[in-house]
């Protein structure tokens, strides 16, 4: 995802789109959950690697196949706190490396029941499809923020039509290698455009880790982390400078973390209609297809970084594996 300054303080967030897929190991802990113990699964098998070992691309000019390789190591030290602004208890808290969503060790999402229907490529069925997820997600994050004491609202969902369309408050945008899915204060906008259905045909699970990236960018806005990255950019030199494209790809990186936290939590846990290891399979493969390797950016992180992140998640579902914020530099190129 490419994130930008727009005017009024408002930072958009928006998502790459794909160019091919590559295999890897997605060894999900799925039974490490925070909070009270989770009942066993009972819908699905969850096991510690993919169904199988090659996954192939389709493209409208050729295909990919590619081995599975093993996932890259996240290593952490010690960083700056976060913003300065003031905190208040029950409210948002602006800070980085030491908010207080990312300090306990056993902190991660619980599953709770999803009913996603079946995937269709249709605009119709996808943006059911997306909008029955985007409950699953309201429910799990928002039972995590609040037990943290933090605010929660659910974020506004949009799905437009064609390929460029307007927001809210964040101006025009259009699809493009750059741009599949976008998030602008409080609006999450999934055009279906952006989700390559002709590319991808029944793979929701690739669609399901793109809606819990933008996601994980609510995430970051409810807490108070969004606009403390935002203070942190503009004081780096402003949209478009080497220092804040170095705060977007943190920024970046912990959305993924967070996708892959929601993916790895409920595989096999929330319900006969909910997230299966056929899906995480599908998700975990497409990782490495994103980020600045392919849309030629430089504030999303490298395509190993872009995956590594998301398959920590995925891994551990832990809060404090997911701080970029603290993270080295190499971690998050």
Known sequence: MAAALGGFGVVVLVAILTATLVGGDPRNTADREGGAPVPPATDTSITSSPSTTTSTSETTTSSETSETVEPSIITFTEGPGGGEAPTSGGEKIYRLA??????????????????????????????????????????????????????????????????SYETTTCGTHEVSMAKAALYCANNLYMPYQGLQADRYGDRPGVYLALLAHEYGHHVQYVAGIFEAAWHRMNEAGGQGSP??????????????????????????????????????????????????????????????????WWQQGSRDNRLQQCNTWNADEGSVS
């Open 98 to 163: 030491d908010h207080p969503l990312l300090q306990n060790p056993d902190s991660g999402l619980r599953a709770v029941q999803c009913s996603l229907p079946g995937w269709q490529s249709n605009p119709q069925a996808a943006e059911a499809f997306l909008t029955a997820a985007t409950d699953c997600l309201n429910d799990a994050w928002g039972t995590l923020l609040r037990s943290h004491d933090l605010p929660f609202e659910e974020p506004n969902l949009h799905f437009p039509a064609g390929t």
């Open 243 to 308: 220092g804040a494209d170095a705060v977007s790809r943190r920024l970046e990186l912990q959305a993924q973390c967070f996708s892959g936290m929601f993916m790895g939590s409920h595989v096999g846990r929330s319900g006969p209609n909910g997230v299966n290891q056929t899906m995480l399979d599908q998700a975990w493969y497409d990782q490495e297809t994103r980020g600045d390797g392919t849309s030629g950016t430089t504030d999303h992180g490298s395509n190993a970084n872009y995956s590594a």
